[in-house]
T-cell receptor, first 114, second 113 residues
Framework: GDSVTQMEGPVTLSEEAFLTINCTYTATGYPSLFWYVQYPGEGLQLLLKATKADDKGSNKGFEATYRKETTSFHLEKGSVQVSDSAVYFCALSDQAGTASKLTFGTGTRLQVTL | DAGITQSPRYKITETGRQVTLMCHQTWSHSYMFWYRQDLGHGLRLIYYSAAADITDKGEVPDGYVVSRSKTENFPLTLESATRSQTSVYFC????????????FGDGTRLSIL
């Protein structure tokens, strides 16, 4: 079945540091890929998405490129802020069915300090 | 305001009790989902629904029951709660077009003593 593997956290960075959170996937067919962010006490919010190979999703300074050859969708940001502290989830959607079911990674907690 | 709301936000109950978690969305989205979030597991799909009166099992359906008599509501019932069902539960909805992003509620933190 489909699966998503994320790097383990927590990741602790100083403000303005470069961020990379690795995500690789296993899927049949051609899934869409997503990054969701969860702030403390809240539900998940869509951060960015990519629907086909070589697409780059971007939002709020975060970027991720759909790499079919390496089955990866790594999240990057050039300069993190304290307000970026949250849990980040990589996910893929099942295109084979009629429902857009999501398969999530286990999440990576990011802590940004001054 | 439009959105997806879950109630209650927090619930404490005892083993063997029945408990129902509510989810309501105002977007008229076709699809609705229930997930549980546990440390080390991320989010796991419990049940989902493609439309009113259509539901299907997800990855971890045992011990849960859902219904969807109206498009906007998707309640999740634990018929006889067990300690292993202590978790944070999230409801989500999405539109009918395949691979639209899901929109999540703020979750219900359920503790079973």
């Amino acid at each position: 079945g489909d699966s998503v593997t994320q790097m383990e956290g927590p990741v602790t960075l100083s403000e303005e540091a470069f961020l990379t959170i690795n995500c690789t996937y296993t899927a049949t067919g051609y899934p869409s890929l997503f990054w969701y962010v969860q702030y403390p006490g809240e539900g998940l919010q869509l951060l960015l998405k990519a629907t086909k190979a070589d697409d780059k999703g971007s939002n709020k300074g975060f970027e991720a490129t759909y790499r079919k050859e390496t089955t990866s969708f790594h999240l990057e940001k050039g300069s993190v802020q304290v307000s970026d502290s949250a849990v980040y989830f990589c996910a893929l959607s099942d295109q084979a069915g009629t429902a857009s079911k999501l398969t999530f990674g286990t999440g990576t907690r990011l802590q940004v300090t001054l | 305001d439009a959105g997806i709301t879950q109630s209650p936000r927090y619930k404490i109950t005892e083993t063997g009790r029945q408990v129902t978690l509510m989810c309501h969305q105002t977007w008229s989205h076709s699809y609705m989902f229930w997930y549980r979030q546990d440390l080390g597991h991320g989010l796991r799909l419990i049940y989902y629904s493609a439309a009113a009166d259509i539901t299907d099992k997800g990855e971890v359906p045992d011990g849960y029951v859902v219904s969807r008599s109206k498009t906007e509501n998707f309640p999740l019932t634990l018929e006889s709660a067990t300690r292993s069902q202590t978790s944070v539960y999230f409801c989500a909805s999405s539109g009918q077009i395949s691979n639209q992003p899901q929109h999540f509620g703020d979750g219900t933190r359920l503790s079973i003593l």
